[in-house]
């Protein structure tokens, strides 16, 4: 897995490599400039926003459980003939309490595991090394593969190869750019409103963006639950979200994905 995650982290960065030696770095100066930025970038992520992200997410999922059963007793008094003991919707949400009680204590167990030697050696430090020497070479690469190619057919695999490429890598940084930008926008907006959990809800709503209305739904409806638990019922808060996710969901099929996508494909074309 390590490998082929470097693999794709070259894969992704060798545009940047290639415009870099346009502006007349050389191949091996322009790999180390990458690589330092990326390494600093990777550095003030872990130090400033990824302990924020693991510590609201395990109390998310710590106070999972509580609000499951607040909202089973909310239920029991709006609701008492829904809501009859041993009956369908009361067993449901009995079990989807265990579940994800269950479920905290397994990240609990993962998370401390994954910060292990092995994980933090498997992760960040051979994924570095092969994205960098897969970059260095990744020209020679390709240069070597289209030696191999069959003479007859060779000009009619490059255009399906690049037009492939073309489409494939302005996908997947446009998506990438999207999942950032609404990733940035949903953890700022709930910070607003004073939600707690905002980055953890954030992060989780703009990770799913990729999924048309899963991002949104998944989202909105934790960020509402989270919501009427921590203030009392109040819905202004979740009134506030709810109007952030559809200005958010409208940017993102008219405007973001898209133009993003779009974008990046023509930059890729222009080089």
């Not at 090394?129 to 990744?138: E, G, Q």
């Not at 709930?190 to 939600?195: E, I, M, R, T």
Request: proline share 4%; charged share 15%; aromatic share 8%.
């Amino acid at each position: 897995m390590p490998f082929l995650i470097g693999a794709g982290v070259a894969y992704l960065l060798d545009p940047v490599a290639d415009w870099l030696e346009r502006k007349g770095l050389s191949r091996t100066l322009s790999v180390v400039v990458i690589t330092l930025c990326v390494v600093m970038l990777f550095v003030v992520v872990v130090l400033v926003f990824m302990p924020v992200l693991i510590r609201q997410t395990t109390q998310l999922i710590q106070t999972a459980p509580e609000m499951v059963t607040k909202l089973q007793v909310f239920l029991v008094n709006r609701f008492p003939d829904l809501m009859v003991e041993g009956g369908p919707v009361s067993a449901a949400l009995a079990r989807v309490g265990t579940t994800i009680s269950e479920g905290g204590e397994l990240l609990g167990t993962v998370l401390g595991s994954v910060m292990g030697i092995v994980s933090f050696v498997a992760l960040f430090v051979i994924v570095p090394v092969v994205a960098f020497y897969l970059l260095l070479d990744w020209d020679n690469m390709v240069a070597r593969l289209d030696e191999l190619l069959p003479r007859e057919g060779a000009p009619t695999i490059r255009k399906l190869a690049h037009d492939i490429d073309d489409v494939l890598s302005g996908f997947m940084r446009g998506q990438g750019l999207v999942i950032l930008i609404l990733g940035t926008f949903y953890s700022i907006s709930l910070a607003v409103v004073g939600l707690p959990f905002g980055i953890a809800i954030g992060v989780l709503a703009a990770t799913l963006s990729f999924i048309p209305y899963v991002g949104v739904v998944v989202g909105g409806a934790t960020a509402i639950g989270v919501a009427l638990f921590s203030f009392g019922g109040s819905l202004s808060r979740s009134v506030r979200w709810s109007r952030f996710s559809r200005s958010a969901r409208s940017s993102r099929a008219t405007t973001s994905s898209p133009r993003l996508s779009a974008g990046m494909s023509a930059c890729i074309r222009s080089g």
